[in-house]
């Protein structure tokens, strides 16, 4: 593979993650119910069951009892307060 073919790929792979992290942060806040702590624009937090939730919702990642995960997190909230 020539280097200009990969610097095409890297090129292309980094609009790509940008765009995603536009739209996963924009999904966010229109989704935002109103209940999370908000430490900077790219940290959220709020306590579920009495445990800290972080959430960085630019990635849709989270972290809850040391284990960092990524996807919806109002399904894995609705999922852990059922239980």
């Known amino acids: ?6 610097s095409d790929i890297k090129a292309a792979y980094k609009e790509k993650f940008q765009e ?3 739209r996963f942060h924009a999904d966010a806040k229109r989704a935002d119910d109103g209940n ?5 624009e790219w940290h ?8 800290r939730l972080d959430y960085w919702p630019s990635r849709k990642k989270f972290q809850f009892r ?3 995960r990524r996807g ?3 399904a894995f909230i609705k999922a852990f307060k059922e239980v």
């Open 44 to 51: 959220w937090s709020r306590n579920v069951n009495g445990e």
């Open 36 to 40: 999370w702590v908000k430490h900077t």
């Open 66 to 68: 040391n284990k960092t």
């Open 20 to 22: 995603d992290k536009a």
């Open 1 to 6: 593979m020539a280097k200009e073919e990969w």
């Open 72 to 74: 919806d997190i109002y």
